[in-house]
C-alpha cells in the first residue's frame, strides 16, 4: 500500500495513527506529497488533498475517514464500532474533530497571507468553530483507558493546534489536557509525531 501524504496534515497523522493501531505500519509506503502546490496528486484524487491511500492492486481510497474504515476492518483492531450509537458517536466525534481540522487549517493559511491582506472576519468564523468544538470535547471527558477512532482524531488535530500554534486551547480545559498528555504517551502518537526544527 502506499499512502501519499503531508508530514503536519492532520488527517494524515490520524490514519497513520489508525495504520499504526492496527499493525500496518511496515506494509505501507510514505510517499510525500505538496497538496497546495503539487498538481499531479490530482490525478487520484480529484480534490488535490491528502491523505490518499492506494492498493497493492491500484484501488484508490480518500478521504481520511474512508482510509481510516478499511484500514481497521482489514486490520482488526476494532478502533471503529461496527455499528449501533456506538458507531454513530464515535463518527459524529470523528468529523468534529476532522472538521475542526479543516477550520485550523483555513485559520493557519489565512494567518500566511500578508497582515493586510487577512480577513479577520474569516479567522474569528473559523476559531469560533474550534473554540465551541473544544469545549464540546471538554464537556466529552475521554477516558484513558480508550484510544479509538474519536480518541485519535482528536488527538490528531491537537497536535496539529500545537505544531501550528492555532489557538491556545488548553486554557480552561484541564481535562482535555490532561488526557491529550496521557495519549501523546502512546506508541503510535510518538511514530507518527514530527518534530518541527
Ligand atoms: N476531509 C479530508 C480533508 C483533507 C485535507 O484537508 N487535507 C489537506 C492537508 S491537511 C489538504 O490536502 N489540503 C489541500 C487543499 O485543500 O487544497 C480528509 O479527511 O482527508
New binding site residues.
Partial sequence: MRLLY?AL???ARKVRIVAHENGFTGAIVLETVA??TDESLRATNP?????VLILADGEIL????VICDHLDASGGAGLIPAAGRDRRQALTLQALA?GMG?AA?AVVRERMRPADDQRPELIDRQLRAIIAGLDRLEAEGFSDSRFAIAEIAVAAQLAYFDARQVIDWRDGRPTLAAWFEAASRRESMVVTSVQLT
Fill in positions: 503531508s496534515s492532520p488527517f497538496p497546495f480534490l488535490s488533498q491528502v491523505p480518500f478521504d481520511s475517514s476532522d479543516s487549517i
